[in-house]
């Protein structure tokens, strides 16, 4: 593999996605030992030509020998490009370039709800990307829409259950921010936003869990206990996860136990 030589990748630290796929650069010799540096630890001159606006919205790839940079997924484009050179002729193809620059945009907006890290508050810098409404909230409609389906799939698994619908899973999918941001009313408004995005996050985590069953479910008349059970077991992962991103968020523990009263006060009224 062709490695990328005198060229740097500046990372957000406190996004543990980030982190994975620069580390991952540079161990499969795409860049060098020096290809990823923490965006925090840049030096004054290294300030002085980097925009400061833009590399936590767009990573940046800064030529150490010119001091020239360019971002986000061109930066990418350049870096898998050089080792694979058809890679790099398909994606700067002027349709599939926007494309894959509207979908980067699209994660990188949402990196902290989709994978939030701990943020080390100590550092001067800070790798915050900007809080993009509209990527936010297409983030949000993309999770609803995949649980939505999601959850009406598994739930006409359950015999003995009242027949689902696309209607029903929606209303309970949206009924449950509405529910939940009752109980942040004294936060501001990009705060419940943030909050809702990674409730978002967590669904769609759920969701991925339960595919395996639906998948199978296709081919196999599968037991109630396993179908009840791998039910289960969804709920209390994504209550563990729920936990531990309301601590990251500092937002208050309660938000976690509200968030289960939502869903057994839900299924007491599919019940009835």
């Known amino acids: 593999m062709k490695t990328l030589e005198n060229q740097t990748l500046l990372y957000d630290e406190d996004c543990p996605l980030c982190s994975l796929y620069t580390t991952g650069f540079v161990k499969s010799g795409m860049l060098d030992e020096n290809g990823r540096k923490s965006y925090c630890q840049l030096s004054e ?14 990573i940046a790839l800064v030529d150490n020998k010119t001091k020239t ?9 350049k870096v898998i490009g050089f080792s694979f050179p058809l890679i790099e002729k398909i ?3 002027k349709p599939i370039h926007f494309v894959l620059k509207k979908l980067y945009s699209f994660v990188s907006y949402n990196r902290k709800v989709i994978i939030p890290g701990n943020v080390k508050e100590e550092n001067k810098l800070q790798c915050t990307p900007d809080f993009n409404y509209k990527y936010r909230f297409l983030f949000i409609g993309f999770g609803l829409t995949i649980t939505t389906f999601i959850l009406f799939g598994y739930s006409n698994l359950i015999l003995n259950f009242p027949k689902s619908s696309i209607a029903r899973e929606l209303i309970l999918s949206l009924g449950q921010i509405v ?15 943030n909050y ?4 978002m996050t967590v669904s769609l985590m759920g969701s991925l869990i339960l595919m395996p069953i639906l998948i199978l479910s296709q081919f196999f008349q599968l037991p109630q206990m396993i179908v009840l059970s791998w039910f289960g077991v969804t709920v209390l992962i994504m209550f563990l996860e729920h936990f531990r ?11 976690s ?3 289960i009263l939502y869903r057994i006060l839900a299924l007491i009224l599919i019940i009835n």
Not at 69 to 77: C, F, M, N
Not at 245 to 255: A, D, E, G, Q, S
């Open 69 to 77: 940079v360019i971002y986000g997924i061109d930066s990418l484009i």
């Open 245 to 255: 991103r309301v601590k990251l968020l500092k937002l208050p523990f309660y938000l």
């Open 196 to 199: 809702t995005g990674n409730i």
């Open 91 to 93: 994606a700067t193809v």
């Open 179 to 193: 529910f939940q941001s009752l109980f942040l009313l004294k936060f501001d408004k990009q705060t419940i936003i």
């Open 45 to 58: 001159k290294e300030q002085s030509f980097v925009d400061l606006k833009r590399a936590p919205n767009e």
């Open 257 to 259: 136990f509200t968030w």
